[in-house]
């Protein structure tokens, strides 16, 4: 199947992007943090490639998909996509999303109840802030998520091989874990964080605590922002 062609709905396809993204995602957090496993404590850089790695899979799991509702809404308001479509693709990502982080929940089932840390188990689903400061917080995911958008584009519009655009893409979103993450975490796509942060609410997680919904529109609202503008930018600059 070559890339960009999809021949599933879009709130099935979208789904198993956004599900293929948190096992992937999710998967890496929870390797470096929780106690016992094989590759805690092997740092940043791991998360940064796990977390890149796992948008191309997403991506070549479901091609032409967005699994991201803040470049999906992006899209709708930029006119490239059908305001109809939207709630069903955002459907599909979230409900993706949350059956992505209880796949890493049952992957991870021993270690739960081994890792004390509170905030590390919260922090295989969701992201917290270096610094809790919603402005700033929220301007960061802004921008990190215009510069998201704005490459998503820019890759696109680059003529490359089949199967290599995701590729491409992971070195990105790589990219932007190592150079942009350090401040929130860089959600950048409000289903990564909402879906899972709904997922540690439901799931009976052992020894878990709060799911930090006072900090939990940052990553939802700053993205759909931050792509709005990336996405505008680029247009106005190339098209």
Request: hydrophobic residues 55%; contains cysteine.
């Amino acid at each position: 199947m070559k890339e960009g062609v999809n021949i599933m709905s879009p709130f099935l396809s979208e789904l198993i992007g956004a599900m293929i993204l948190i096992i992937f995602g999710g998967g890496v957090c929870a390797a470096v943090t929780l106690n016992k496993s094989k590759s805690q404590s092997s740092g940043w850089i791991v998360i940064a490639v796990g977390w890149g790695l796992a948008v191309g899979m997403a991506a070549l799991a479901a091609p032409g998909t967005a699994f991201n509702p803040a470049l999906t809404i992006a899209n709708a308001v930029a006119g490239t996509l059908d305001w109809a479509l939207v709630p069903g693709i955002v459907a599909g990502q979230m409900l993706g999303a949350i059956i992505g982080a209880a796949v890493v929940w049952l992957i991870y089932l021993p270690h739960w109840a081994i890792t004390e840390d509170k905030a590390a188990k919260l922090g295989v689903f969701c992201t917290a802030p270096a610094v809790r400061d919603y402005g700033k917080n929220f301007l960061t995911e802004m921008i990190v998520t215009a510069v998201l958008a704005f490459m998503c584009l820019a890759i696109g519009a680059n003529k490359l091989a089949d199967g290599l655009g995701p590729m491409v893409t992971a070195a990105m979103i790589t990219a932007i874990g190592c150079s942009l993450g350090g401040p929130t975490g860089y959600a950048i796509n409000p289903c990564r964080d909402l879906g899972p942060r709904i997922a540690h609410a439901i799931l009976p997680i052992a020894g878990k605590g709060g799911n930090d919904w006072s900090y939990s529109w940052v990553p939802v609202f700053g993205p759909i922002v931050g792509a709005i503008i990336g996405t505008f930018l680029y247009m106005g600059l190339f098209r």
